[in-house]
T-cell receptor, first 112, second 110 residues
Framework: DAKTTQPNSMESNEEEPVHLPCNHSTISGTDYIHWYRQLPSQGPEYVIHGLTSNVNNRMASLAIAEDRKSSTLILHRATLRDAAVYYC?????????????FGQGTRLTINP | EADIYQTPRYLVIGTGKKITLECSQTMGHDKMYWYQQDPGMELHLIHYSYGVNSTEKGDLSSESTVSRIRTEHFPLTLESARPSHTSQYLCASNRGNSQYFGPGTRLLVL
């Protein structure tokens, strides 16, 4: 499985944008880039995914580098509820199934 | 909003007992998964299923077993619980590119 590299932790202020980076230099052509987050004492929650083009949804935006070797999750206006561990994961879709490999992720702290 | 349920949410049990952790989803998803997560550590995939009568082992070796007799139900069983099985167990399902996770079962084996 292709590996990703994320900072261990990041800190931001409430109502400011947050850019969470992820490096994945060994990504293969069939790997989707997935982002999940895990709030304290909860199961992971899907945030966004993409393959080649930038993606937007109600939770966040995903900016993917042209060579696909890195990506950035963008939270446009952070709230206290966004404090969580954010995971960047590469996985192909095989027979409709994804074998997600979770790393350490980035622990995001939001200051009031 | 995803509908995936796990019971029990918390379980304290003695060594040697047989336990079954329940996972159900009402979304009609074919693909289901079990992950194990120790406190403060990474999630590891231990079992997954492509659909009814399909079960596969994940990346982390586990002494647990699973079954998939119905689409909506994916129980995990430990025949003889040991303290090393103490962990959080998370169930998930997907159709397409997003997995939906249940709230997890926190297991403590004494």
């Amino acid at each position: 499985d292709a590996k990703t590299t994320q900072p261990n932790s990041m800190e931001s202020n409430e109502e400011e944008p947050v850019h969470l980076p992820c490096n994945h230099s060994t990504i293969s052509g069939t790997d989707y880039i997935h982002w999940y987050r895990q709030l304290p004492s909860q199961g992971p929650e899907y945030v966004i995914h993409g393959l080649t083009s930038n993606v937007n949804n109600r939770m966040a935006s995903l900016a993917i580098a042209e060579d696909r070797k890195s990506s950035t999750l963008i939270l446009h206006r952070a709230t206290l509820r966004d404090a969580a561990v954010y995971y960047c994961i590469l996985a192909p879709l095989i027979q409709g199934a994804q074998k997600l490999v979770f790393g350490q992720g980035t622990r995001l702290t939001i200051n009031p | 909003e995803a509908d995936i349920y796990q019971t029990p949410r918390y379980l304290v049990i003695g060594t040697g007992k047989k336990i079954t952790l329940e996972c159900s989803q009402t979304m009609g998803h074919d693909k289901m998964y079990w992950y194990q997560q120790d406190p403060g550590m990474e999630l590891h995939l231990i079992h997954y299923s492509y659909g009814v009568n399909s079960t596969e082992k994940g990346d982390l070796s586990s002494e647990s077993t699973v079954s998939r007799i119905r689409t909506e139900h994916f129980p995990l069983t430990l025949e003889s619980a040991r303290p090393s099985h103490t962990s959080q167990y998370l169930c998930a399902s997907n159709r397409g590119n997003s997995q939906y996770f249940g709230p997890g079962t926190r297991l403590l084996v004494l």
